[in-house]
């Protein structure tokens, strides 16, 4: 079974998250409680995706998933970005083909 069902382990690696809910006026949401039979706080609501975006000439942009870019648990985009979001370490969003040059991993193409 591929779903994410979340499971609560203390004993299981796990990443520490700095952010606040936004209640607290936090732009980065993040909400966290502890669970049944778990000391360790879990996070499980908040921002899924925070961007800044710049507009001029040309539209800059930098964006952050929580986790990452797929549901699938076997995925390796599954939580490729969770180090990232919880760092503020966001990436570069391409707009132009230019920016996409040795930055895709496939192209897709409906219909084909």
Do not use: C
């Not at 607290?24 to 049944?36: D, I, K, Q, T, V």
Request: net charge neutral; hydrophobic share 30%.
């Amino acid at each position: 079974n591929d779903d994410i069902a979340p499971h609560f382990d203390d004993a299981q690696p796990s990443i520490p998250a700095a952010f606040t809910a936004g209640g607290w006026g936090s732009l980065a949401a993040f909400g966290a409680r502890p669970y049944p039979n778990t000391k360790k706080w879990y996070g499980t609501s908040g921002n899924s995706f925070v961007a800044v975006v710049e507009f001029g000439d040309s539209v800059r942009a930098r964006a952050v998933t929580a986790g990452g870019e797929s549901g699938s648990t076997r995925s390796p985009h599954f939580n490729d970005q969770a180090e990232r979001y919880v760092s503020g370490n966001l990436r570069d969003v391409y707009f132009y083909r230019s920016q996409l040059v040795g930055h895709t991993e496939r192209e897709y193409h409906p219909g084909r």
